[in-house]
C-alpha cells in the first residue's frame, strides 16, 4: 500500500543506503553537496503528520525544510517550535495574492505579517509558495513588483533552485507524476521520469538510476497507516484531481487561443 508511514519509511531508508546526503533548502543554497536530496515539505493542513515525519527523520540522522501556512489548519506553534528543536528548516508558506485577491500592496504587507509572526516562534531564512489551485492568482506574482530578499529571505525554491540541474519529484495529486496536470507546482526540469508509485523511486534508487541532486516535495497529510485516514484521504485527493483537471485544461485552451 502506497502513501503510508511505512512506505515512508522505506524510502528513506532506501535513499540513505544509496549514498544520499541530506539537507534543508537553505544549507543546499549556501553550500551544497555532491550527492544530496532536499526534502521538503509542504504543511497544507494536519501539521501532526508532518511532526510525525520530522520525528522519523530525526531518528535517522537526516533533516528537511517543513513550509507552514498562515491559516488554522496548518499553523500549530507548538508543532512548529518542535520541529525547528529536532534540527529541521521552518519556511514561510505564503498564499497572499490569493488570500488578499491579487491586491499587490495589501499582499505584501499581509506577507510581511506572517513572515514576522513566524520568525517569533522560530528562526525563517526561505519561502516557498502555496499553489491555491483554484484561485486565479499566482503568489509568486507578488515578486514582479517587491523583493523576498528586502525581507532577509535568501531563497524560494521556484526561482533559487536550477531545476535543470536538480530534479524535482513531488507527490502533488498523491501521485509521483501529478505535475502533468498541476495548476502551479510545476518546473522546468531536464529530468524526466515514469514515475507514479514510491516503489518505482525505490527500485530506480536501489538500481541507482536516480541523479545525484533531488528536491522531493511531500505533503505529509496525504500520508497515514490509519486505514480510514488512508481511505479519506484518496477519496479527497481524487476529486480534487478531477477539480485540478478541469482548471488546468481549461488554462491550456486560454493559452492557445490567445
Known amino acids: 500500500m502506497d502513501f503510508t508511514i511505512k512506505k515512508y519509511k522505506i524510502l528513506l531508508h532506501t535513499l540513505l543506503e544509496t549514498g544520499y546526503y541530506f539537507q534543508t533548502l537553505e544549507a543546499f543554497l549556501m553550500k551544497p553537496s555532491e550527492r544530496v536530496i532536499i526534502l521538503r515539505h509542504d504543511v497544507d493542513l494536519c501539521p501532526e503528520n508532518a511532526l510525525v515525519f520530522a520525528s522519523l527523520q530525526h531518528q535517522l540522522g537526516i533533516s528537511g525544510v517543513y513550509y507552514f501556512r498562515a491559516v488554522p489548519e496548518s499553523w500549530d506553534t507548538h508543532i512548529i517550535k518542535k520541529i525547528s528543536e529536532l ?10 495574492l490569493t488570500t488578499c485577491k491579487g491586491n499587490m500592496g495589501l499582499a505584501v504587507k499581509d506577507f510581511e505579517k506572517n513572515l514576522t509572526a513566524l520568525r517569533q516562534l522560530v528562526p ?19 515578486w514582479k513588483q517587491y523583493s523576498y530578499r528586502d525581507f532577509g529571505i535568501i ?33 522546468n526540469t531536464t529530468f524526466s521520469h515514469s514515475f507514479r508509485t514510491t516503489d518505482h523511486i525505490i527500485v530506480a534508487s536501489r538500481k541507482n538510476l536516480l541523479p545525484d541532486h533531488i528536491m522531493f516535495t511531500f505533503h505529509p497529510q496525504r500520508w497515514n497507516d490509519d486505514p480510514y485516514l488512508w481511505t479519506k484521504e484518496l477519496v479527497v485527493q481524487n476529486s480534487k484531481n478531477i477539480v485540478k483537471r478541469y482548471f488546468f485544461m481549461k488554462r491550456v485552451k486560454q493559452k492557445i487561443n490567445c
Do not use: N, Q
Not at 534540527?87 to 497572499?96: D, F, N, R
Not at 524560494?156 to 498541476?182: C, H, I, M, N, Q
Open 155 to 187: 531563497g524560494e525554491p521556484y526561482f533559487d533552485v536550477d531545476f535543470s540541474k536538480v530534479a524535482y519529484l513531488t507527490d502533488t495529486g498523491r501521485r509521483w507524476d501529478g505535475e502533468k496536470v498541476s495548476v502551479r507546482d510545476k518546473v
Open 124 to 142: 525563517v531564512s526561505t519561502i516557498c509558495m502555496h499553489g491555491s489551485p483554484l484561485s486565479k492568482y499566482d503568489s509568486k506574482d507578488l
Open 87 to 96: 534540527g529541521h528548516e521552518i519556511g514561510y508558506h505564503y498564499e497572499c
